[in-house]
Nanobody
């Protein structure tokens, strides 16, 4: 059974930083097709930072230069480091892993429907 568990969500002030974690069990996180998505109230789930099937990190423009993704293979965990937080970053953040078919490039890997496994999410609330 594949389980992804996010943690680290919290309330933060604008300009602050948070680090989210996503621990995986039942699968070994590889070098591609994994990443972070978010969903704000009333909005569709969107890709934040996603590593495509070629191992290239793809970043959504609103978080470019502020968010980074990293991985600890020993812990089978990926991280989302968020800095210079803005109120518009407020959302439920989800990690996702394993694409049903290989996905290359932002315009495909950003689509939530491409991923097989999801965590339950962790809430990030940024106040200005």
């Amino acid at each position: 059974q594949v389980v992804l568990v996010e943690s680290g969500g919290d309330s933060a002030q604008a300009g602050g930083s948070l680090r989210l974690s996503c621990a995986a069990s039942g699968i070994t996180l590889g070098s591609g097709c994994m990443g972070w998505f978010r969903q704000a109230p009333g909005k569709e789930r969107e890709g934040v930072i996603v590593v495509d099937s070629g191992g290239t990190t793809r970043v959504n423009i609103p978080v470019e230069g502020r968010f980074t993704i990293s991985q600890d293979n020993h812990k089978n965990t990926i991280y989302l480091q968020m800095s210079s937080l803005k109120s518009e970053d407020t959302a439920m953040y989800y990690c996702a892993a394993v694409c049903s078919t290989p996905q290359y490039g932002w315009w495909t890997v950003k689509e939530p429907g491409k991923f097989r496994y999801w965590g339950k999410g962790t809430q990030v609330t940024v106040s200005s």
